[in-house]
């Protein structure tokens, strides 16, 4: 079973800064994709990431999948009150997606 | 319209209970989950279905079974409910069932076992 960690596992911050969060593993992945959770609502796709090195960008928000393919981070720049929610890395290994245990993240006004 | 939808949203019962929780997608997609979303916001995952068939099943107690009767729906059946139960679960789809795929999510279905 691959060991997946994800960091910090809570963030507050205020509208406006930027921010960085960590998804780490041992082991090495064919891809890996970011999902948001707000409350009430299941996980829903942000971005997947495929090569080593890739870096994509979605509005404010910049993925980065690691050269040797084992970590990710996802950077937000000026956070948004809508950017609060739970942010989950699930990296394709095996034979189901498995979702490390989250950042929970809170942008206050 | 909902491109994965389960219910109940919100289900309260007492311990030794049986229960389902229905999902039905409309996307057209080959393969479905369960996941169990605990306290802590740990998303596992529970089972998977190909067409009907059953693909993962993830040490899931006997208690839980999930049911397909055709490739747009997965109920999930519980039978003597217990107190660790209490989660949240959501039903999820993908196109063909790789990895790669994304999932789509329905919203979950909070289960209070009292």
């Known amino acids: 079973t691959q060991l997946l960690e994800q960091s910090p596992q809570f963030l507050s911050i205020q509208e406006g800064e930027n921010l960085t969060v960590y998804c780490n593993s041992s082991?090495?992945?064919?891809?890996l994709q970011w999902y948001r959770q707000e409350p009430g609502e299941g996980p829903v796709l942000l971005v997947t990431v495929v090569t080593g090195g890739e870096v994509k960008k979605l509005k404010r928000l910049t993925f980065q999948f690691g050269d040797a393919r084992k970590d990710s981070s996802l950077h937000i720049t000026a956070a948004q009150t809508g950017d609060t929610g739970l942010y989950l890395c699930?990296?394709?290994?095996?034979?189901?997606?498995?979702f490390g245990k989250g950042t929970s993240l809170l942008v206050t006004p | 319209d909902t491109a994965v939808s389960q219910t109940p949203k919100y289900l309260v019962t007492q311990m030794g209970n049986d229960k389902s929780i229905k999902c039905e997608q409309n996307l057209g997609h080959d393969t479905m989950y369960w996941y169990k979303q605990d306290s802590k916001k740990f998303l596992k995952i529970m089972f998977s279905?190909?067409?009907?068939?059953?693909?993962i099943n993830e040490t899931v107690p006997n208690r839980f079974s999930p049911k397909s009767p055709d490739k747009a729906h997965l109920n999930l059946h519980i039978n003597s409910l217990e107190l660790g139960d209490s989660a949240v679960y959501f039903c999820?789809?993908?196109?063909?069932?790789?990895?790669?795929?994304?999932?789509?999510f329905g919203s979950g279905t909070q289960l209070s076992v009292l």
């Open positions: 999820a789809s993908s196109p063909l069932g790789t990895m790669e795929e994304k999932l789509f």
């Open positions: 699930a990296p394709s290994s095996g034979y189901a997606l498995n």
């Open positions: 279905y190909n067409n009907k068939e059953l693909i």
């Open positions: 082991s090495v992945f064919s891809s």
